[in-house]
């Protein structure tokens, strides 16, 4: 997907770079701010959103949410021409699918910005929102997406619960590259959310930690974290549970409209 990222600020800047250094993007920063090698300076915000929208298969602001709809404003067309939009703080707290969400692939963008910079993914598409069960996932190293997603299916029916009711699997960053993973993620068309160590390590929610993980990658534990961490006011529904090797730990985002 095509990518560009457009900032106004030091703080932008820094949250650009951070992209990317994780996907191909080009990048656009305003001519206030003195621009590293390679990177493009524009003047006006409306000018250059006007000059590039259709340019390019994705638009990342890293900048207040009303500035990317005003300058995205003239120029929406249709749900299945208009490029992606995404709009990230320069805090990189939130990452907002806020055009094409589904159709234009925002949504995923928006998962894939917030696990290269910490941020959580706001994603309000109906069809997304509506699912409640996040998966956490630990396992060890060179576990084949076959294995991970029988892990998977096998824990949900421990449950009673099916894979079209999951909105995300999650795991720490430690196993961000795990091929099986991956490509469990992608076999099942369920996003990866990756969880930084450290907000876990920080974490105050209710898990249990495993001697076992600390030891080896120095985290107090991967899948209840994950699982907890990668929702919003969540609990467990299957505790930690181990299949051949791969563990898996349930949890249940509590939406008072969805209940």
Do not use: W
């Amino acid at each position: 997907m095509s990518t560009a990222v457009i900032t106004f600020s030091p703080e932008g800047l820094k949250v650009m770079q951070r992209i990317s250094a994780g996907m191909q993007v080009d990048q656009y920063l305003h001519q206030a701010i003195e621009a590293p090698q390679g990177v493009h300076v524009f003047e006006r915000v409306f000018a250059l959103t006007e000059e590039i929208f259709r340019r390019y298969q994705a638009l990342v602001y890293v900048a207040p949410c009303g500035v990317a709809v005003r300058a995205i404003a003239p120029l929406v067309n249709h749900k299945l021409k208009d490029p992606a939009v995404i709009c990230l703080d320069v805090g990189s707290r939130h990452a907002v699918s806020l055009l094409s969400g589904h159709e234009g692939g925002a949504n995923q963008l928006a998962i894939n910005i917030a696990n290269l910079t910490g941020a959580e993914p706001v994603i309000s598409t109906t069809t997304e929102a509506v699912k409640t069960l996040t998966i956490g996932i630990g396992c060890r190293k060179g576990k084949s997406a076959d294995e991970i997603c029988k892990a998977i299916r096998d824990a949900l029916a421990m449950v009673g619960r099916s894979l079209q009711e999951v909105r995300y699997l999650a795991t720490a960053d430690v196993k961000a590259l795990e091929p099986g993973l991956l490509q469990a993620s992608r076999e099942l068309q369920i996003p990866l959310r990756i969880l930084d160590s450290e907000q876990i390590r920080i974490s105050s929610l209710p898990f249990a930690e495993s001697g076992f993980v600390q030891k080896k990658v120095n985290l107090p534990a991967v899948s209840e974290p994950a699982a907890l961490l990668a929702g919003r006011r969540t609990s467990l529904i299957l505790k930690k549970t181990v299949f051949n090797g791969i563990t898996v730990a349930i949890a249940r985002e509590n939406c008072s409209s969805l209940a």
